[in-house]
């Protein structure tokens, strides 16, 4: 088996593959092994339960029982819900990784603690334990009393508590105090004391962590039931990248969470609440999903590019951001419409890349999109465009694998080693005759068959998602293109291929999976199969409404018990 | 320039400081040569320094590998900056060139999960053992954290890990692992490597309100350990790996952040913006460098770039991604992929000759140093393995004869040149990895 694996990736010639990290082509083969878990460079295979095998879906099961450190994003929204403030010294924390081709950065086994990191929350805590000592209005804010001669002992018992509350996003337990008050009432001046317990709490591991333990149901088996407070943690970071507040740790304390209905109903509180942070944190969920951090980093030269500039990138991620608004949050609430959209949001910058007129002189505005005019939707949105065209004279293959693997949930098969070459383009060759001939390699056609012929549909954009009609050779470019699997496979253009991927079921399970992946913080298991179905049937009835997908996940099973027999890197056989 | 404590190790334990003996370095010596403050302790031999330096999608061979072995081979296209630059007087004396190794280990591990070959390139670039089969990292520690593993550095810093360039999966973005799985995370910017090394303690502070300060923090984090502690009793399997990993780094800063220095090092400039990616390397380098010269750390690692860099090269007038150029066997392709290996070499010339210019006892500080220079393929477009590009400089306190093309038979295997790092660093390994069955002969003075 290994022998033939090895002589496979030897023969498939295979480009880059891997510029958005992929990384082979193989083609399948029966009885071999399906990679599960977490990996470097593949997700799971497969979606069960929306297409082919129907699943025999009764029950709910709940995931694997872990711990998670917060995201350095989380980090800083607690720390400013909690001190009022943070600190330059945050850009010491070492960034969040990608593992492997996890769209998010929040995956579980990849959130750890090295020495960096505890180096970083060690300074931090000083840091803003002095700034906040140093100014007496926030002091005694943050503590909640003040530390006046006479009560300052009152006063810093209830800082442990009210404040130990709303770090460890649950009541600290006696053990807890008494080490905290130990180390307090160790200093003479019980400033100094309250600073150490702040700096002590801030890199506590009941900080640091969404400690999730559960406690035992007797009626459920083995299975965790998560207790309250542990469910607002969830309810709070999920839907607003922040830590409970005191109003919700209140509702949990008293019973709120405990059932399927009060969660559900305090997750629609939170989001009527709190638009604009949970705005923001669904704006996490599509960049990443989409990749869109990478404008950041997104290098094109001037001489190739003369409209590339910081104000074109910063203009096309505002556009996704408003669309994806629009969509999210106004009207029908569509999610799927991105795919579709009749209007988008210039600014003048934008505007003139695009040949419209700017709706407004200055700042940002809505425009109809004219039909059949080069710009409709998501796969037109330069941003896209962009970030899906790192490398020269590919964009075609990693543009198809973009709609695979994060439209579709169908990434191709593992890239193969040693590619050999790439065959060289053949002067006057365009690309689309280049890739075809790179194609006729049968070891190489398996997957790029798979590819390729998506991203041809988009070949009329550039790399920095400019329309065009000829390539900088001459060559005529006729956004012909095919998605393997769908019937009939061909389309034309980015419009077409957008209406099938919005009609598409897979499209929808495929949203609710990568959904599903960014609020757990790891790939779907055998275990979530039918909490996958049920919330994509639910996500389908609700036309598509994707914060409506929030609160049914937040109500379900999955969501309010943990199955701690469940490894969280394996797939675990029934 | 501000003056900065050397963290010269007076380590509180408890409520009394106890001072380790350090050996002699110029930085603790007065302006006539006088051991600084410690009128008994015994001169000593400099330390070894032990760098490893990471270059990204391998190299054109035809242009690297010189045609004859010894003293007086001439320099390739892809090395002349060792023979000297505009800027950099010439390095060749100081380095050996080391070819015919052969990295085994790279086609071990591989499931269909990891057969990204340069993943597998990346991970085992100083490890000796395949990667980890899950994707999820290197197979095994790295030569320089088994070094700090076996030679328990009381410098402030145990390693320091630098990289420069965008991060891109656990395997492809860390060069250096304390274990399987576990990376060290790297400073990514000049900014963030000075505010590693410079920022703290602040300049001027009594010793008094440092041993406080040092103290205070032992406290505190006694506390957050009793709470890892506590926490990892009641955790499931899920997380026990992570929390343990946790506790120790909890422990790793505790030696960091509770220590009082008795002594200054110069820093250098703080880092402005906007560096171009030449401009940062090469101020990275240099705080490196103090940091060695200080006797800030002993042990580094610097990974000059990944594979799936979108990094374009406009001072050398390539505008393309390094990978792309990688595989591109036209002529021109393969003479830009020589052109930017030749510039990284240029850097790692410029780094040697930092490392030269640093006085120390009767000689200098690349005199004391050896610093490993490879990539994670040898020939860039078809990721072979069979004959690795690696350049070992400096002579490691004068154990090694340096200035040779050494040309070993074929399929001697790469992570022998490991166990050749750990003994003149003063490990006493005799075996590497999975190959690495000793060391690599033809090395000593």
């Keep these: 088996m290994r022998t033939s694996f090895r002589g496979h990736r030897r023969a498939c010639a295979l480009l880059l593959f891997a510029a958005l990290g992929l990384a082979a082509c193989k083609s399948e083969q029966p009885g071999t092994p399906v990679p599960q878990g977490p990996t470097e460079s593949g997700p799971p295979p497969d979606d069960p339960g929306t297409t082919g095998n129907p699943v025999q879906c009764r029950d709910v099961k709940p995931g694997p029982r872990y711990s998670r450190r917060l995201t350095n994003a989380e980090y800083e929204s607690s720390l400013q819900a909690l001190t009022g403030g943070s600190s330059p010294l945050v850009e010491r924390l070492p960034a969040d990784g990608y593992a492997g081709e996890f769209a998010f950065n929040n995956h579980a086994d990849v959130l750890r603690v090295s020495a960096s990191h505890a180096e970083a929350y060690a300074l931090i805590a000083e840091k803003v334990a002095a700034d906040v000592m140093a100014a007496p209005a926030r002091r005694d804010k943050v503590l909640g009393c003040s530390l006046s001669k006479g009560t300052s002992a009152t006063c810093l018992e209830s800082f442990l508590k009210s404040f130990g509350r709303r770090a460890y996003r649950r009541p600290l337990t006696d053990e807890e105090l008494t080490a905290l008050r130990k180390l307090a009432t160790a200093e003479q001046d019980p400033a100094v004391g309250a600073t150490l317990a702040l700096q002590a709490m801030l890199q506590s591991p009941n900080f640091l962590y969404r400690v999730e333990l559960g406690t035992p149901d007797p009626e459920r088996g083995g299975l965790h039931k998560l207790t309250g407070f542990e469910l607002a943690t969830r309810l709070s970071f999920l839907l607003l990248g922040r830590p409970p507040d005191d109003a919700l740790l209140d509702l949990a304390a008293g019973g709120g969470l405990d059932t399927a209905e009060g969660v559900a109903s305090a997750a629609r509180g939170l989001l009527a609440a709190s638009p604009q942070q949970a705005r923001d944190s669904l704006r996490t969920f599509y960049t990443q999903w989409l990749s869109l951090q990478r404008l950041d980093t997104a290098q094109r030269t001037p001489e190739r590019y003369p409209a590339w500039s910081p104000q074109l990138r910063d203009a096309m991620r505002e556009e996704v951001y408003r669309v994806f608004d629009h969509f999210l949050w106004e009207g029908q609430r569509d999610f799927l419409g991105v795919l579709t959209a009749r209007h988008t949001y210039v600014n003048p910058v934008l505007a003139g890349f695009y040949g419209l007129t700017p709706p407004s002189p200055t700042g940002w505005g809505e425009v109809r999109l004219e039909e059949g005019g080069p710009r409709s939707g998501l796969l037109t949105m330069a941003g896209l465009l962009t970030v899906t065209a790192d490398h020269e004279g590919v964009a075609p293959i990693l543009r198809g694998k973009f709609v695979r693997m994060q439209l579709l949930c169908k990434p191709p098969p593992p890239v193969p080693d040693n590619v050999p070459t790439f065959p060289e383009a053949v002067p006057g060759e365009s690309d689309r005759d280049r890739l075809a001939r790179h194609r006729k390699d049968p070891s190489c056609s398996g997957c790029h068959n798979l590819m390729d012929p998506i991203g041809f549909g988009l070949e009329q954009y550039d790399a920095i998602g400019a329309f065009r009609q000829k390539d900088s050779q001459g060559h005529t470019l006729t956004a012909e293109g095919a998605v393997q699997g769908m019937d009939p496979p061909e389309f034309r253009g980015p419009a077409e291929l957008g209406q099938r991927l919005r009609a598409s079921p897979d499209t929808s399970a495929c949203v609710v999976k990568q959904v599903f992946r960014w609020a757990t913080g790891r790939y779907e298991q055998k275990a979530d199969e039918c909490t996958l179905e049920t919330l994509t049937k639910a996500f389908r009835v609700s036309g598509n409404d994707l914060p409506a997908l929030l609160v049914s996940l937040t109500a379900s099973d999955a969501f309010r018990y943990v199955d701690p027999s469940l490894s969280l890197s394996q797939e675990e056989e029934p | ?445």
């Excluded at chain 2, 550095?153 to 320091?160: E, K």
């Excluded at chain 2, 991604?321 to 410029?350: C, K, M, Y």
């Excluded at chain 2, 990539?375 to 040779?404: C, N």
Aim: glycine share 8%.
């Design chain 2, 1 to 445: 320039v501000k003056p900065f404590r050397l963290s010269r190790r007076a380590f509180l334990r408890g409520a009394a400081g106890v001072t380790i003996a350090l050996p002699t370095l110029d930085a603790m010596l007065d302006g006539r040569g006088r051991l600084w403050g410690t009128a008994h302790a015994q001169p000593a031999a400099p330390p070894v320094r032990l760098i490893t330096f990471y270059f990204p999608c391998g190299t054109v061979l035809e242009d690297w590998t010189p045609t004859s072995s010894g003293p007086d081979y001439a320099l390739t296209p892809s090395l002349k900056a060792l023979g000297g630059t505009a800027e950099v007087p010439s390095v060749r004396e100081y380095v050996n060139v080391l070819s015919n190794l052969r990295k085994q280990e790279y086609e071990d591990g591989v499931t269909e999960i990891t057969a990204e070959s340069h993943l597998r390139g990346t991970g085992t670039f100083a490890t000796g053992v395949g990667v980890s089969p899950d994707g999820l990292g290197a197979g095994g520690p790295s030569v320089d954290q088994v070094a700090v593993q076996a030679l328990k550095p009381t410098t402030r810093f145990p390693s320091l890990a630098l990289a420069l360039g965008e991060a891109n999966g656990v395997n492809l973005s860390h060069i250096s692992w304390t274990k399987a799985r576990t990376p060290v995370p790297p400073e990514r910017s000049p900014r963030a490597l000075f505010n590693k090394l410079f920022s703290t303690p602040s300049p001027g502070v009594p010793n008094a309100e440092l041993e406080a300060l040092a103290r205070r923090r032992k406290s505190v984090l006694d506390t957050v350990r009793s709470d890892l502690d506590r926490l990892q009793a009641r955790v499931g399997a899920n997380d026990r790996s992570r929390l343990e990993e946790h506790l120790e780094s909890v422990r790793e800063i505790e030696r960091q952040l509770v220590f009082v220095p008795t002594t200054t090092c110069e820093a250098p400039e703080q880092p402005g913006s906007g560096l171009s990616p030449p401009q940062a390397a090469k101020l990275m380098l240099k705080m490196l460098t103090v940091a060695l010269r200080c006797d800030l750390t002993r042990v580094a690692s610097f990974q000059l770039f990944q594979r799936y860099d979108s990094l374009r090269f406009p001072w050398l007038g390539i505008d393309r991604a390094h990978h792309d150029v990688s595989h591109d066997t036209s002529p021109r392709g393969l003479a830009l992929q020589t052109a930017i290996v030749a510039w990284e070499v240029e850097l790692f010339a410029h780094f040697l000759h930092m490392l030269r210019s640093a006085p120390e006892g009767a000689g200098n500080v690349l005199d004391n140093s050896l610093i490993f220079f490879a990539s994670e393929h040898s020939h860039g477009r078809s990721h072979e393995y069979k004959d690795m590009p690696v350049l070992l400089a400096g002579r490691a306190g004068g154990q090694v004869k340096t200035g040779r093309h050494i040309r070993y038979p074929a399929g001697t295997p790469y992570a022998r040149a490991f166990v050749s790092l750990l003994n003149y660093a003063g490990v006493p390994a005799t075996r590497f990895g999975t190959y690495g069955n000793g060391p690599l002969s033809g090395l000593d003075a």
